[in-house]
């Protein structure tokens, strides 16, 4: 009995057999999740290595945005540029300026230091020596910073000459021998000398209408660049935060620029250094207790070298190994389990023997044995089918699951955890091959490839393919398989496991979405929109048909700011930008441009041609009402239409076209649209040339005021005049009204121009009566400008004050348009004007949209009728009533008449006979500069004395 104790042979053998399949299993399980965990890292960090690429990429279109300011408009000021520069700066905050720096002689620096001389005095280009700004020496070439945004704060860098800088000239020439922008290795900034941590974007600015196809022709055309000044750890952690890549616990993340990657060339760094590993370093990486990674990714853009290194930290153990350890348990239980079922089967089976030996009487007795020791095994057989169910069911409730197909691709397994994640049933694909489930699988080009693997007998990874469940929704999963082979090396089919990843895939999806659509609207950005530009000009020049480009702008925007706040403005931003999507086909596209401008482009179909018909419909439907802040508005808008016609017309300026088109409808009164002609490239050139003159006109005293009488009927003395504007170019000559202040009132020039209206015409009609002539009233214009003015009333009474004109005699000439906005709010006004002392008159009164009751509301003195109601009421009864209504109206309401535009004697006689108060006119007098209009005075001349003389 001693003997049967000892463990058995055939038990050590069962034992370890199940020791070495239990080894086996764990190696291939943790090689599994081993490979999980590495692929996992990899799509994360390539998913990081790609936003910081997107990132630096997009770092370079915030230049080209500052460059293609200097390349359209000429004549740039330092004002308009931090204008300009001032939203970039506020949206790009790793921006800290922008610099536009010109290439220029010893020559052009003299004209340079004498032209700022003027604004600084004792101002002279330097450059940086030893760490302080001295003046440049003589040199046949400078690259002197022109202008700067934000430039409070950085004076000290204008005119700073940066060409004698070790980073500059090799910059520079990179720059020139590429065309492309380029960038400095790192520097330091000012605020932190002894961090170089930044560096400076420069984009090359060419000489208009030269050549740069070669390097040598853009070094000829080469007049200096715009450069952008980026501070490179806030722009790496502006991309992750952008991303929301900042949140991965398990990840270090480093960057590095130049050629080496030390902590002297760092300069971004998020997460903790992971601790020194320890004795588990030494296993195999299948077997270590903590996963070790590593990834460099090289970034080359602009001339520099940009490193992203990532590492994987340790992560806790049961998150990734769990189904390795329940492998080893599950199969160590198993083998002790079969060992000892084998060992008591042998033990058994001697005692068996020896009994029968021993006890032949005794055989009743055995047998009864025997069928207990039969039923101990069915029972140890049971306890074996429930451990391995048991273990089928952790395999199950991994996040992964394993498949097997036959030597026809049919799957003949697949675990649970599929079924369950794919909401599909298992009988749709146990039997059938992966495109009998999806039959448009093998139309795809990844299927095709993955269909040559499988006829290859090659392993394959990372298979992506998408499932729509029973539920309708589509989910993505991907796949990972090899090739099985029986002992006579037959192929017996595949066999591999799946994960699901959607959520990676809708990540990368949205973000797609974002780098291609604007966030507020959803509609295509600039960058999609050059896209679906280049598809829509190919497809024209490919079928010869049509195509538009819509430049829409909304005529009411700023209103709707200005009065319900951004987020009303966003709401209406958010409708125009759905109706504009209804009202196009599909195959069109309409993005948002800036603020409220949206682009339309519409391709010819032969199923419907380009018509007028179309921006009607896209006008109509944008000028429905709309509730915002339960108010209704109404929205109107002005087009620009760019037709490119497949006939060698331009295709690369069809925006700017439409954007021309567009502003010549605003000028026609807005609510319109205009197809772009060539001549209106023409006026908007002019427009720029007036614009650039005219800013400068206050400064360079080429203004004029002239002076208009205005005569008393009854007397026929001159009791005022009118102070009318003329502008004396030294070049254009003598610029009529008409043809500037229209764009001054646009561009907001009217309001210092006004002041100086206000101020001059004040001064000289003081100065006229302290001569001893008699005290007149002057007549000013008050433009739409300068009536919203939140200090207009301050502004006319220090004007009076300074002047010292009593404000009786200043009479302020009122259009109708200015009351429509806000009557309210206008009446207000009028009363803290009137409190001055100041008279109010409605200038062309009966040609805007004033009501009755606005005159008795209103502390109005006098009503002038407007020239186009005078010109023929000797001639035409209808306005002859016209004025005698004005008249009679001014009469009732106790409010004096002037009538403007007199030219003839029975448009004179007319009006003393209605019994009209004054009249100015060209009959009496043209406007005439301070000069005559003072001898005028002198002479002392009258209307009836004007008739004798007409007699004589």
């Not at 659509?517 to 960058?527: E, I, Q, S, V, W």
């Not at 200005?562 to 966003?570: E, M, T, V």
């Amino acid at each position: 009995m001693a003997r049967t104790t000892r463990v058995s042979l055939a038990a050590a053998v069962t034992l370890a057999a199940g020791l070495g399949v239990t080894a086996a299993l764990f190696v291939a399980v943790s090689a599994l999740e081993y490979g999980k965990i590495a692929d996992s890292f990899q799509q994360r960090a390539n998913l990081r290595v790609a936003a910081i690429r997107s990132g630096l990429e997009d770092a370079v279109e915030v230049l080209t945005v500052t460059n293609q300011l200097f390349r359209t408009v000429p004549g740039v000021t330092q004002e308009q540029f931090g204008h300009f520069a001032r939203p970039l700066l506020q949206r790009y905050p790793f921006v800290l300026s922008f610099v536009h720096q010109r290439a220029m002689t010893h020559a052009d620096r003299l004209a340079f230091e004498a032209r700022m001389q003027a604004e600084h005095p004792g101002f002279t280009v330097r450059e940086r020596r030893d760490g302080r700004f001295q003046p440049a020496p003589a040199r046949d070439l400078y690259v002197v910073n022109e202008y700067l945004a934000p430039l409070h704060g950085a004076e000290s860098g204008l005119g700073l000459d940066v060409w004698p800088l070790a980073s500059t000239q090799p910059t520079v020439d990179r720059m020139l021998r590429t065309g492309k922008a380029s960038a400095t290795p790192l520097v330091s900034i000012a605020a932190a000398p002894a961090q170089r941590n930044s560096f400076v974007l420069l984009m090359p600015l060419y000489r208009p209408g030269m050549p740069a196809g070669t390097p040598q022709e853009r070094l000829a055309a080469w007049i200096g660049q715009t450069a952008a000044m980026v501070r490179a750890p806030h722009l790496v952690h502006t991309i992750l935060q952008y991303g929301g890549l900042l949140d991965d616990p398990y990840l270090l993340l480093r960057v590095y620029t130049g050629e080496r990657l030390d902590d002297g060339q760092l300069i971004y760094s998020t997460g903790q250094e992971p601790a020194p590993p320890g004795w588990w370093a030494y296993l195999p990486r299948w077997l270590s207790f903590y996963f070790v990674e590593q990834q460099t990714k090289s970034i080359d853009l602009l001339g520099q070298t940009w490193h992203v290194r990532i590492d994987a930290l340790p992560r806790p153990f049961l998150t990734d190994h769990a189904g390795s350890l329940i492998a080893l348990v599950g199969g160590l239980l198993f083998s002790v389990l079969a060992g000892a079922l084998v060992h008591t089967l042998e033990q058994r089976s001697r005692r068996v023997q020896w009994l029968v030996e021993a006890r032949t009487a005794d055989l009743q007795r055995s047998n009864e044995r025997l069928n207990a020791d039969v039923a101990a095994r069915k029972r140890t057989e049971r306890a074996l089918q429930e451990s391995e169910h048991r273990f089928r069911r952790l395999l199950a409730l991994s996040s992964d699951w394993y498949w097997e197909m036959d030597v026809n691709y049919c799957f003949t397994s697949i675990t649970n955890g599929f079924f369950e994640k794919a909401h599909v049933d298992r009988d749709d694909y146990i039997g059938r091959t992966r495109w009998q489930v999806n039959p448009e699988f093998l139309n795809t080009k990844t299927g095709r490839d993955h269909f040559a693997q499988l006829e290859a007998r090659l392993p394959f990874t990372e298979l992506e393919h998408e499932i729509t469940g029973k539920d309708g929704v589509s989910r993505w999963f991907q796949s990972t398989g090899e090739p099985v082979y029986d002992a006579q090396g037959e192929f017996r089919g595949y066999r591999g496991t799946g994960t699901e990843i959607t959520e990676r895939k809708l990540t990368e999806q949205r973000i797609r979405h974002i780098a291609h659509h604007d966030a507020l609207t959803g509609l295509p950005n600039r960058m999609l929109l050059q896209d679906r530009l280049a598809q829509a000009i190919a497809y024209a020049n490919r079928t010869g048909r049509q195509m538009w480009v819509l430049l829409i702008d909304l005529d009411r925007f700023k209103f709707v700011n200005d009065s319900l706040g951004h987020k009303a403005g966003d709401q209406l931003l958010q409708t125009i930008a759905g109706r504009l999507r209804a009202s196009v086909r599909e195959t069109d596209t309409v993005a948002r441009l800036s603020g409220d401008e949206f682009v339309a482009i519409l391709s010819e179909h032969p199923d419907e041609t380009l018509s007028p018909e179309v921006v009607g419909r896209i006008m109509r439907s944008l000028a429905q009402p709309m509730t915002l802040e339960g108010k209704e508005f109404f929205v109107t808008c002005s087009i620009g239409v760019a037709a490119y016609a497949a006939d060698g017309t331009p295709a690369q300026h069809l925006i700017e076209h439409a954007d021309i088109a567009m502003y010549s409808a605003k000028k026609l009164g807005r609510n319109c649209w205009q197809f772009y002609q060539s001549a209106m490239n023409d006026e908007a050139q002019e427009r720029l040339r007036i614009e650039g003159a005219l800013r400068s006109a206050v400064e360079r005293n080429e203004f004029v005021l002239h002076y208009q009488p205005q005569v008393d009927l009854a007397t026929g003395r001159i009791v005022g005049m009118e102070a009318l504007l003329r502008w004396q170019h030294p070049e254009l000559g003598m610029v009529p009204p008409q043809r500037f202040i229209g764009l001054a009132e646009e561009t907001g020039l009217i309001v210092p121009i006004g002041a100086w209206v206000m101020r001059t015409a004040c001064a000289q009609a003081k100065a006229w009566q302290d001569a001893g002539l008699p005290p007149l009233r002057v007549a000013v214009n008050l433009s739409a400008r300068q009536f919203a003015q939140p200090d207009l009333v301050a502004s006319i009474e220090a004007v009076l004050a300074e002047t010292g004109l009593p404000p009786a005699c200043l009479d302020l000439e009122l259009t109708e348009s200015l009351f429509v906005d806000d009557v309210a709010q206008a009446v207000e006004l009028l009363h803290q004007l009137k409190a001055l002392g100041v008279k109010m008159s409605i200038d062309d009164f009966g040609t805007g949209y004033s009501s009755f009751s606005y005159l008795r509301t209103f502390p109005i003195d006098v009503l002038k009728i407007d020239r186009s109601f005078i010109a023929d009421i000797a001639s035409d009864a209808d306005e002859a009533a016209i004025v005698v209504s004005i008249i009679a109206l001014a009469r009732n309401l106790k409010l004096r008449v002037i009538a403007e535009g007199v030219e003839a004697q029975g448009q004179l006689d007319f009006l003393r006979a209605h019994g009209c108060d004054e009249m100015q006119g060209y009959y009496f007098s043209r406007p005439v500069p301070a000069g005559e209009f003072e001898q005028l005075l002198k002479s002392g001349r009258e209307l009836d004395g004007m008739q004798q003389l007409l007699r004589a």
